[in-house]
């Protein structure tokens, strides 16, 4: 597993540690990098993890929100550097992000890793999305800071096998072996059989189309969901990556439309700590095409009725 991987990122084996998923990666590495008395800068909207993983490690969290505008999501850059503090050790970046479905371009992850090296802060960089983007193939963030940057990745997002649960890490090698011991106390291994059969299906991925069948996919029912949602008149932000993409339905909550349309959507509270932006919903794609025009067409009798 950890030679088809070091094939994979173009690194040692011995710069890979294998996890059970990502969300244990994550774990581990808050474990391992931070501690009582720093902080984690982290992104608003946030995937659900990142505060309890910072917080069981005794660290705390200082939260930078992205700037939302009719374009959609962006990084603030100077918001960011002002967030760092004596206490910050590490950046918490999701690219492709769940759950604005954003991409960071090149010139954004630059700035990100010149940060890092100026106030001398680990990055960690959750990319279990890397594979499931819509436009030029991104950048990743070790390209531009290999020496702090720890990557996490998934097959359950890469290969579609979310019940394998096998995940990993590709970072410095040096710190490697600390990583491996904090592995040691938690579930010891990800399953030997399981790992020989992800390490082949990366091998036959790459060769054989497989991410390629997989963004169109998902490009086809992204598009089909975008269209669906603004023929209602609904506020969407087209996302450049994930499955996930995030709409407005001012009036709405999510019970409501859980009971109403039976469309069950995530509510934006779920990932800002205080002070969502109003009527504003995660929507995923990862349904068949006829499930989501099921849904569509369910969420139109609502949405579209009179009041």
Do not use: H
Request: some cysteine; charged content about 25%.
């Amino acid at each position: 597993m950890r030679e088809a991987l070091a094939e994979e990122f173009g690194v040692e084996p011995e710069a890979v540690v294998v996890t059970s998923g990502a969300t244990e990666a994550l774990y581990v590495l808050l474990q391992s990098l931070v501690g009582p008395g720093e902080e984690v800068v982290v992104l608003e909207p946030f995937f659900d993890v990142y505060l309890p993983d910072a917080f069981l490690a005794g660290a705390g969290v200082r939260l930078v929100r992205l700037g939302l505008t009719q374009e959609g999501f962006r990084l603030d850059l100077k918001a960011l550097e002002e967030a760092i503090t004596p206490r910050i050790r590490a950046l918490l970046l999701n690219a492709p992000m769940n759950p604005t479905g954003l991409v960071f371009g090149e010139e954004e992850l630059r700035a990100v890793a010149e940060l890092a090296r100026r106030y001398d802060l680990f990055l960690v960089s959750d990319e279990v999305y890397d594979e499931l983007y819509y436009g030029e193939r991104p950048r990743r963030l070790r390209d531009f800071a290999p020496e702090r940057t720890f990557t996490v990745g998934s097959a359950g997002k890469r290969l579609e096998a979310t019940g394998y649960r096998v995940g990993w890490i590709v970072g410095p090698k040096a710190f490697m072996p600390t990583l491996a011991g904090m592995r040691q106390w938690t579930s010891f291994s990800a399953p030997t059989p399981l790992q020989a059969g992800v390490a082949e299906a990366l091998r036959l991925a790459r060769k054989e189309g497989f991410y390629e069948a997989l963004r169109e996919g998902y490009r086809k029912r992204r598009d089909l969901l975008l269209s669906g949602l603004r023929s209602m008149g609904l506020k969407v932000y087209e996302p450049e990556g994930t499955y996930f993409l995030m709409a407005e339905l001012p009036g709405f909550d999510a019970f409501q439309l859980v009971e109403a349309a039976r469309v069950a959507l995530i509510p934006a509270s779920a990932f800002y700590r205080e002070d969502p932006p109003p009527g504003l919903f995660r929507f995923a794609f990862c349904k068949s095409e006829e499930e989501i025009s099921l849904a569509l067409d369910r969420l139109a009798a609502v949405v579209n009725s009179p009041a």
